[in-house]
């Protein structure tokens, strides 16, 4: 019996000696977890923030823009009622010619063009020239000459066009295709006069395209129309969609928005807008 009670297991004594190190890993596993879940529960709450700022940010925007437009809807109507003094008497004489590009499927609404014709011939503006890509609008010439009675096509005028006359409106309607049309006889006009000059022992101008070159066929092929000094863009894009570039060299484009949403008062206020500006042409 005695004997058998002083044994000891050598077996054991690994057992206590490996221990420590056993706890030891465990905490260490146990901490790298804690960790990982934190990293988790931080990343979690930083991702929610990020995103309740970015709807809060969004919502400013909106909200600014909201506050905008109610103002510039409210600002249109008091100028259409005239309450505003200063936009009562335009110095329009600087506007000698007003382009206006709509876009191709608001342009099949002709009674919204004739309203906006009316409303510019109200203020004083006599000289326009209306476009779209797909010539809706020069199919609908007749109908939109039937409506304004004061208004005379460009073909009909003999005097210079950019004249302030205040009898009639002279109206000019182009589209995509005579542009396209204009370079291509320019063009060929500019080839024709050099291949001449070529047959005749003069030199090839291989310099042919200049600018000045294109403008002067252009006048010699009846393509150079006034150039306007404003350009108002009626449609979803900021764009001149396609209106004959060589034209608005010095032209200021105003975009205005969709014609469905069109306001005597924006328009005054764009005109008025345009007549305060000075413009400096280089040479």
């Known amino acids: 019996m005695g004997a058998s009670s002083s044994y000891r297991d050598p077996k054991a004594d690994v057992i206590r000696k490996e221990c420590p190190h056993s706890h030891q890993g465990l905490r260490i596993m146990d901490f ?9 529960i931080i990343v979690t709450i930083a991702c929610l923030v990020l995103q309740l700022l970015w709807y809060f940010l969004q919502i400013i925007v909106s909200t600014w823009y909201y506050i905008l437009a109610v103002g510039n809807l409210l ?19 600087k506007l000698r010619y007003l382009a206006i590009v709509i876009e191709s499927e608001d342009a099949y609404q002709t009674s919204k063009v004739v309203k906006l014709l009316q409303w510019l ?32 096509s460009i073909e009909e005028v003999r005097e210079a066009v950019t004249d302030h006359v ?7 309607f182009v ?7 204009a370079v291509a006889k320019a063009a060929n006009l500019i080839f024709v006069e050099n291949s001449k000059r070529h047959n005749l022992g003069g030199e090839l101008d291989c310099q042919i395209l200049l600018e000045s070159h294109l403008n002067q066929a252009l006048q010699i092929v009846g393509c150079k129309g006034p150039e306007p000094d404003l350009l108002l863009v009626y449609g979803p894009v ?3 969609l396609g209106f004959p570039a060589w034209r608005i060299r010095y032209t200021e484009i105003v975009h205005m928005g ?16 345009f007549t305060k500006v000075h413009q400096n042409y280089g040479t």
């Open 32 to 40: 790298i977890g804690v960790a990982r879940n934190l990293y988790h």
């Open 75 to 93: 600002e249109s109507y008091f100028i259409s009622y005239g309450l505003l003094k200063k936009y009562k008497s335009l110095p329009i004489g």
């Open 121 to 152: 011939d109200s203020v004083g503006v006599k000289n326009v020239c209306l476009y779209d890509m797909n010539g809706v609008l020069k199919k609908s010439k007749v109908a939109i000459f039937q409506e304004m009675k004061n208004a005379k």
């Open 166 to 172: 205040t009898d009639h409106m002279t109206l000019e």
């Open 175 to 181: 589209s995509y295709v005579d542009g396209k049309e």
């Open 238 to 240: 900021r764009s001149h």
């Open 258 to 273: 969709s014609l469905n949403f069109m306001r005597h008062g924006s328009l005054i206020k764009t005109i008025y807008n």
